[in-house]
């Protein structure tokens, strides 16, 4: 699990690596394997090529620079060691083989052995019926199965719900960082690259005062950054700006900063940065606690695991997803490239419990936005529907969300203005 390519990594390599197949006269290239199921860590690059012969896509793949490893040719297939560990290798395929081969090489096999199975069962042999196939949503409906996109091509008979989360589903995101704490760029860059990604709106949630390494923003400066805030949206009308922050739990689970402050914001990102190694009974409390907040609204990287690195911390999922349920709070997929946190195993855990999500890049550079797309892969991966995840609402009804939670949550509080 923590050995392998980052998903990020491979499906960029995948994409480079596809440019340069197409320019040596590839007909088709495809990215296969885990990557196009959207596993965090891929174990293999996989790609599908045609037209080519294996010497000259072996040629291409040194021309493409993309790891130092020697490049070996066996057949059909190439291959090389990437240079974080990982492996890659492409398979050239007959056109009349596309489809066989791209269902074959993207479904895991478990999956793939299913379909024979199912293909047989219609009285047709998996070869025959792929061969016949115009693309793969023929496939499936030949041997009269509903379409199984690649994210859910795992085991036998998967469960693919008709509202399955879009490829596009996120109509925003939140939890986007700036130069204000620990980001690359100025808030105006930010928004600018959120409207340029075609987000409709974006929540600007930087550091809390305790986090003092990313020179995290006191009540003052929070006031300060709202102004600023005013001044984009005056700027960049295209897109809605939401200013929230990225708070800080604290070792007892109350909040970095006081409510009065928090309830001044349009959202609030809930985060463990600090005593990673709580015991795992002090760590479920801490976390609870500050979920069952009624100015918090989304958990931040729930279990601070990060991709080929530490394993995060330890505690009851179950118990933060039921308390997060009970009181409105929505678990990240932090689809930051390094994090992909929940994993897909724990959302579909959490989202059997009630708990419901919000996709979002945790971007500190204007690159950032493009992570998104990870975290719907996961989310696919997932089966969840538009329901579950709440940046599928649009921009106003965002907005009327967030401004009635808020004063539902100033009303627990008794704070003024309620
Ligand atoms: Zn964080
Ligand atoms: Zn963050």
């Known amino acids: 699990m923590t050995h392998g390519t980052l998903l990020a990594t491979a499906r960029d390599l995948g994409e480079s690596l596809s440019g340069f197949l197409r320019s ?3 007909r088709r290239t495809v990215v296969a394997g885990d990557a196009r199921r959207g596993v965090a860590m891929v174990s293999e690059l996989l790609l599908l090529t045609s037209g080519l012969a294996p010497r000259l896509v072996a040629e291409t793949v040194t021309l493409a620079k993309i790891s130092s490893g020697r490049v070996k040719v066996s057949g059909l297939e190439v291959t090389t060691k990437l240079d974080d560990g990982g492996r890659l290798r492409v398979r050239v395929v007959r056109d009349p083989d596309w489809v066989k081969a791209t269902i074959q090489e993207t479904g895991d096999a478990d999956h ?4 024979r199975e199912v293909a047989r069962e219609r009285g047709g042999t998996f070869g025959r019926v792929a061969r016949a196939a115009r693309d793969e949503r023929a496939f499936y409906r030949a041997v009269e199965l ?5 994210e859910l091509r795992e085991g036998a008979a998967p469960t693919v719900p008709l509202d399955l989360l879009g490829e596009h589903g996120a109509l925003g995101v939140f939890h986007v960082h700036t130069d204000w704490s620990d980001g690359t760029a100025s808030l105006l860059q930010m928004v600018e690259a959120a409207r340029d990604a075609q987000l409709t709106y974006v929540g600007i949630s930087d550091h809390s005062q305790a986090a003092t390494y990313a020179h995290g923003l006191d009540a003052a400066r929070l006031d300060a950054q709202a102004k600023a805030v005013d001044e984009a949206r005056a700027r960049v009308p295209g897109v809605e700006i939401f200013h929230g922050v990225e708070v800080d739990i604290l070792a007892d689970g109350s909040l970095d900063l006081d409510d009065e402050t928090l309830a001044k914001l349009d959202f609030v990102i809930a985060s ?4 990673h190694n709580m015991p795992f009974a002090a760590m479920t409390a801490r976390i609870v606690r500050a979920v069952k907040h009624p100015l918090v609204t989304i958990l931040g990287h729930p279990t601070g695991r990060i991709l080929g690195g ?3 911390y330890t505690f009851d999922l179950g118990e933060v997803a039921r308390a997060a349920t009970e009181n409105g709070t929505f678990l990240e ?3 930051n490239a390094h994090r992909l946190d929940l994993s897909d195993a724990h959302v579909r855990e959490a989202a059997a419990l009630g708990a419901r999500f919000a996709i979002d890049p945790d971007a500190h550079a204007t690159s950032g936005f493009r992570d998104t797309a990870l975290g719907i892969a996961l989310a696919r991966r997932a089966a969840l529907t538009s329901k579950h995840v709440l940046n599928t609402l649009d921009r106003d009804a965002m907005k009327d969300f967030l401004s009635v939670r808020r004063e539902k949550g100033r009303a627990r509080l008794g704070l003024a203005g309620a």
């Not at 793939?112 to 379909?115: C, G, K, M, S, T």
């Not at 509903?146 to 690649?150: I, N």
């Open 272 to 275: 463990v940065h600090t005593r």
């Open 333 to 335: 997929i932090n689809a």
């Open 146 to 150: 509903a379409y199984v996109p690649p």
């Open 24 to 26: 040596a006269g590839a």
């Open 112 to 115: 793939v052995a299913w379909l």
């Open 310 to 312: 530490g394993k995060g």
